[in-house]
């Protein structure tokens, strides 16, 4: 049995978050699944995950040659033991003076971490956090981070979503989530506590726009109800709207049942009581498509039209944002419109203005991009140029990561072919490309 340590207060999450990551997002297995090749209880498994049980290093061994890690799990076991062993006060250090200062001890610990990982591998930010958990007993600085930077940490990643490959951010916002969960905990003052909340919700949408390219689509819908609740609670009007619309979009890409998405764009719609802002923009974006996808031309065709009244009322710091989330960028208007004139069969309007919105984006923005060019695709293949169409899709999907987005953009293209079509090499080619992963 694995000795039980205090997850809120080890640095054993951090194990637990990687182990987690390794598992679901590389190798897209299951708890029991893992536990049964690497030979280790799945009970265990689940508490190590959890960071509220210490693996034994064989079984860590075990686990990461199944997972196929190269000895990076291994070597993050053994970082973490001795992490925990320092801050506890148990680290005897042979080479080291008595004299020696504790933050050479520290730093000696990470370069011995990063000797070992080796070049390009992850380390969690997380994980430099903990291990500099000492630095402000000795500069006399509070160990809290404030809401500033609180605020810094989700604008970092606010400007990663759509320029860093799907998954590369899991651990990074797993670790920071947990330690802003902490920090929430002791928050008692109300204003505080509305700041700290506003951040923890944005954090948890990023996390649900990782899961869902990266994870079951079940876990993405949870994360986006934390994060409604979450913004919910913080009062932030703009940041509700926000998260309900990107929700919708995830919904609309990933086809999930029901009413959600129409139910969460209405939702959006009565908090803007007419008022322009990005969350308005993004709600409609998806409802011109979803609209158009239904058959309902006109309404569609009025989504469009209200996409455009409420982006020219946008504020220029929204509009002239181009990478970030928080930025409703025209060319991110003219994708949404172009992608439901595109399923309206009006590839004559639809042309001009994707090949607008692709000279305007920056070249960061790879995915969004692709996705751009696989709306000329289907365009291409609404027009009957079948030929042209497919080998323009699979250029861009070829050496591409297969997000939601991309998976619904290539259902659209391999929907649209001729009866005869369907059966082409490339046709099948392209449907394989993005087979895979349930979106259940």
């Known amino acids: 049995m694995s000795d039980q340590v205090k997850a809120d207060e080890s640095p054993w999450r951090l194990l637990g978050a990687s182990l987690r990551h390794w598992r679901v997002d590389v190798r897209d297995l299951s708890q029991r699944d893992l536990a049964k090749a690497a030979f280790v209880d799945q009970g265990e498994l689940s508490r190590w995950e959890r960071g509220i049980a210490r693996p034994h290093r064989d ?12 000895g990076q799990i291994v070597a993050l076991h053994a970082f973490v033991i001795e992490l925990a062993q320092f801050r506890a006060g148990t680290v005897v250090v042979d080479s080291c003076p008595p004299t020696c200062d504790e933050v050479d001890v520290e730093r000696r610990t990470l370069l011995q971490l990063l000797a070992t990982l080796g070049a390009g591998a992850h380390i969690p930010a997380s994980a430099i956090d903990a291990l500099h958990s000492s630095l402000p007993r000795l500069t006399g600085q509070s160990a809290e981070n404030s809401v500033e930077e609180w605020e810094q940490i989700a604008w970092d990643y606010a400007q990663g979503v ?12 797993a670790g920071d989530i947990q330690a802003l969960e902490q920090r929430l905990a002791r928050t008692v003052g109300d204003t505080e506590r509305a700041d700290l909340l506003r951040v923890y919700a944005q954090l948890t949408a990023f996390m649900a726009l990782e899961l869902a ?121 003219q994708f949404a419109q172009a992608y439901a004139l595109t399923e309206l069969g009006d590839t004559k309007a639809a042309m001009p203005m ?50 939601a987005a991309r998976r619904r953009l290539v259902g659209e293209i391999t929907g649209a072919l001729p009866e005869k079509a369907h059966d082409l090499p490339a046709a099948r080619e392209l449907r394989a490309l993005v087979a895979g992963r349930s979106s259940a």
């Open 162 to 173: 759509w320029t860093e490959p799907p998954g590369s951010r899991f651990v990074d916002l």
């Open 213 to 333: 390219d990266t994870s079951s689509a079940r876990a993405s819908w949870r994360s986006w109800r934390a994060a409604r609740s979450a913004a919910d609670a913080a009062g932030d009007v703009e940041l509700r709207m926000w998260i309900r619309a990107r929700e919708a979009s995830e919904s609309f890409y990933l086809r999930r049942g029901g009413t959600v998405a129409d139910d969460l764009i209405e939702e959006v719609v009565h908090l803007a009581q007419g008022r322009a802002g990005q969350g308005l923009a993004e709600g409609l974006k998806t409802r011109a498509r979803m609209l158009a996808c239904a058959g309902r031309s006109e309404d569609a065709r009025k989504a469009v039209t209200d996409l455009d009244d409420v982006f020219q009322r946008l504020p220029t710091a929204v509009t002239s944002d181009h990478i970030s989330v928080w930025g409703v960028s025209l060319e991110s208007v």
């Open 59 to 70: 079984h860590i061994k075990a686990i990461d040659d199944v997972l196929g890690a190269t």
């Open 354 to 403: 994707i090949e607008q919105a692709f000279a305007a984006c920056p070249r960061e923005k790879a995915g969004g991009r692709a996705n751009m060019h696989l709306v000329q695709a289907w365009a291409l293949v609404r027009d009957r140029e079948v030929t042209e169409g497919l080998d323009h899709a699979l250029d861009v999907t070829r050496p591409m990561p297969v997000t």
